[in-house]
């Protein structure tokens, strides 16, 4: 790769930007990785070569997210979409209700699909104020019969995030974690599934991680189609069928890229950095930017602001698109901007973007 190529200040909600490291350890690889004449995508999913590639990436996982012992690392597709019909399919029996938290969207088409396959109840909601903070954990609400109590753990279209999780007892915690997992340190021991498209902080789309407790994957109904059970993928090292591989590859360098940058810890540093930077902006800017998200919900992954009127948003968005930003257009049902700062954005991209913001403000009040 040229060394001076311009890259863009890519704020993309998902997919979204790709550590620059990354993307130039694969370019080297393309055509012949490890000396075998081929591209990773040549290899047959069940060669060595690409075997130790997707065996690595799992180990990586539970090395970075600390994942205790007697959790398996899935790999799937389908998107996090597919989680939300697959996690009732499998753990939705007809003599239990799921309990749902609706922090956003996710959490609203999460609940619609399992709602088409057995009963649910919402346990918590905060669509009141469009969904712009989180709820008090005493007051969600479930009772130990519960099949399991499904949250989001970032809401990428509101740019809310949870802080602390619910401690749920023997009530299987299951988490929608796309669009903050790998962010920051987590107690995987609270929760019995994860899941996360990959294509935030995980690498391209077309992946989706799940990780689950082994005795969890034990009571999971055994009737369904194959591809829709997560034994199926538990007893088959995720090889039961031809797994994404380039998209895996491409998830084992940005793990090894995140060892290389102080792991979670270091990352999580950057990150908090990085959004603080942002949010000071808006929090001195005398209302110039008002951020959607309470204080205390603010995510670490996604912010949300607006400006005073729909016209100077245009006018902020179009300027930005003309200085070189990406993505900072925010959600239909938000409006206004958002910054997605995930993992692989340089807190150089946050420091332009303050910078834009600041002179923005000075022309404009
Ligand atoms: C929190 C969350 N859940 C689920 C999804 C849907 O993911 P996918 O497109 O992989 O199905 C998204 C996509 O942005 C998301 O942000």
Not at 82 to 103: C, D, E, H, I, R
Request: include cysteine; hydrophobic fraction near 40%; charge should be neutral.
């Amino acid at each position: 790769m040229n060394n001076s190529v311009k890259r863009a200040y890519n704020f993309n909600a998902g997919p979204a930007a790709l550590p620059l490291a990354v993307l130039k350890k694969a370019q080297a690889e393309l055509l012949d990785f490890n000396d075998t004449g081929m591209s990773i995508m040549e290899h047959s999913h069940r060669g060595n070569a690409y075997e130790i590639v997707h065996n690595r990436a799992i180990e990586l996982l539970k090395e970075l997210l600390s994942i205790p012992e007697g959790y398996e690392v899935l790999f799937l597709q389908g998107g996090a979409s597919l989680q939300f019909s697959m996690v009732p399919m499998n753990f939705l029996p007809a003599n239990k209700k799921a309990g749902y938290v609706m922090t956003g969207v996710w959490s609203e088409k999460a609940y619609a699909e399992a709602e088409k396959l057995g009963e649910v109840f919402v346990a918590a909601t905060t669509k009141e104020g469009n969904y712009s903070q989180m709820p008090a954990l005493k007051e969600i609400n479930y009772d130990a019969d519960t099949a399991y109590l499904h949250i989001t753990s970032n809401n990428t279209i509101y740019g809310t995030q949870w802080h602390a999780f619910p401690n749920t007892a023997g009530v299987p915690l299951i988490a929608d974690m796309s669009s903050d997992i790998l962010s920051c340190p987590i107690d995987v021991s609270k929760f019995a599934l994860i899941y996360a498209g990959a294509q935030k902080n995980i690498g391209p789309s077309g992946v989706t991680v799940v990780i689950i407790r082994r005795d969890f994957l034990e009571q999971a109904k055994k009737k369904g189609p194959t591809m829709l059970q997560y034994a199926t993928f538990a007893k088959n090292n995720s090889l039961y069928n031809t797994p994404p591989t380039f998209g895996i590859y491409m998830m084992k360098l940005v793990l090894e890229w995140m060892k290389e940058e102080g792991g979670l810890l270091g990352i999580y540093k950057r990150n908090q950095e990085k959004a603080a930077l942002i949010y000071d902006i808006i929090d001195a800017s005398n209302g110039f930017y008002k951020g959607h998200a309470q204080l205390s919900a603010r995510s670490l992954m996604n912010v949300t602001f607006r400006l005073a009127d729909e016209n100077l948003e245009k006018k902020f968005l179009e300027q930005a698109k003309q200085a070189g930003f990406v993505g900072l257009n925010g959600h239909r049902l938000v409006g206004g901007c958002r910054a997605s700062i995930y993992n692989a954005v340089p807190y150089d991209s946050c420091q332009a973007l303050c910078d834009y913001m600041l002179a923005f403000q000075k022309e404009n009040s």
